[in-house]
């Protein structure tokens, strides 16, 4: 099995910044694209960004600008980094990797995280 653990969120101030992590364990014998989604309340999920073992990125015009994905392939973490932090951003930001078993080495499986929670006072 794969989890994910995700880090880093809490109650800041707009304009403020915070540095999201997600921690990949388990029997994991590759990961390959991984991505940081969101749901604020009363809202639909939505994609924040994505990031593929190469380090290609794409963002949400959301947060084009203001966010920085990353990852570290050898620490099998994957970072958000967000400034200019508005209201509007509050949500449970989630984690979502694609990965392949040590037990299995064929089938490509989804993973997310459970989440963690960005709160910004205006």
């Known amino acids: 099995q794969v989890q994910l653990l995700e880090s880093g969120g809490g109650l800041v101030q707009t304009g403020g910044s915070l540095m999201l992590s997600c921690a990949a364990s388990?029997?994991?014998?590759?990961?390959?694209?991984m991505g940081w989604y969101r749901q604020a309340p009363g809202k639909q999920r939505e994609l924040v960004a994505t990031?593929?073992?190469?380090?290609?990125?794409n963002y949400a015009d959301s947060g084009k600008g203001r966010f920085n994905i990353s990852r570290d392939n050898a620490k099998k973490t994957m970072y958000l980094q967000i400034n200019s932090l508005k209201p509007e951003d509050t949500a449970v930001y989630y984690c979502?990797?694609?990965?392949?078993?040590?037990?299995?080495?064929?089938?490509?499986?989804?993973?997310w995280g459970k989440g963690t929670l960005v709160t910004v006072s205006s």
């Open positions: 388990g029997s994991i014998f590759s990961i390959h694209d």
């Open positions: 990031i593929t073992s190469g380090s290609s990125t």
């Open positions: 979502n990797a694609f990965a392949v078993l040590t037990t299995t080495r064929y089938y490509v499986t989804e993973y």
